[in-house]
Antibody
Framework: QVTLKESGPVLVKPTETLTLTCTVSGFSLTNVRMGVSWIRQPPGKALEWLAHIFSNDEKSYSTSLNSRLTISKDTSKSQVVLTMTNMDPVDTATYYC????????????WGQGTLVTVSS | DIQMTQSPSSLSASVGDRVTITCRASQRISSYLNWYQQKPGKAPKLLIYAASSLQSGVPSRFSGSGSGTDFTLTISSLQPEDLATYYCQQTYSTPWTFGQGTKVEIK
């Protein structure tokens, strides 16, 4: 059974760095057919793709957020970590991690999401 | 970046109606187009991948079509549980991008 679970702070201050962890089970981060993506959704707004990482450590980032994002993985812990620097209130959103199935480039499993609020 | 434009932004239909949502890409994306359903307060769920392939476990009333720049999600007979927002997403090239969503309400 595939599951993904996001963890991290619920509240961060402006200018701080956000670190989110996605812990996966039911598949391996070394599986060449799989990857993990981060997606966010501000309250009442649309989904926004942020980044993804594949088993070969290939990474891709949102164009608008590229300078602020870093994605990495720890295969021994089955974890994918996303850091976002210089947080701002407009970054308040639910952050999801999700599994990518590479053969068809589909996001087939999603975590429940974690709401991060940016406020002083 | 490839821009994805959905229409309409919202619609209201009756149970049993046929519902069609369109998604247009700003450049050709072959068939690298997925559709997701997001119910209120829940994570999105994959409905259709590769433009027209039905994800396992998804009811057959959902179907997808199109290639190139123009795509369609069809619900053949709308059910009360289909109340949700629907998103298209291109995975042809990074950065992957989503449409702005279509909110489906039941009359």
């Amino acid at each position: 059974q595939v599951t993904l679970k996001e963890s991290g702070p619920v509240l961060v201050k402006p200018t701080e760095t956000l670190t989110l962890t996605c812990t996966v089970s039911g598949f391996s981060l070394t599986n060449v057919r799989m990857g993990v993506s981060w997606i966010r959704q501000p309250p009442g707004k649309a989904l926004e793709w942020l980044a993804h990482i594949f088993s070969n450590d290939e990474k891709s980032y949102s164009t608008s957020l590229n300078s602020r994002l870093t994605i990495s993985k720890d295969t021994s812990k089955s974890q994918v970590v996303l850091t976002m620097t210089n947080m701002d209130p407009v970054d308040t959103a639910t952050y999801y991690c999700a599994r990518i199935e590479i053969v068809s480039y589909r996001i087939d499993y999603w975590g429940q999401g974690t709401l991060v609020t940016v406020s002083s | 970046d490839i821009q994805m434009t959905q229409s309409p932004s919202s619609l209201s239909a009756s149970v049993g109606d046929r519902v069609t949502i369109t998604c247009r890409a700003s450049q050709r994306i072959s068939s690298y187009l997925n559709w997701y359903q997001q119910k209120p307060g829940k994570a999105p769920k994959l409905l259709i991948y590769a433009a027209s392939s039905l994800q396992s476990g998804v009811p057959s009333r959902f179907s997808g079509s199109g290639s190139g720049t123009d795509f369609t999600l069809t619900i053949s007979s709308l059910q009360p549980e289909d109340l949700a927002t629907y998103y298209c997403q291109q995975t042809y090239s990074t950065p992957w991008t989503f449409g702005q969503g279509t909110k489906v309400e039941i009359k």
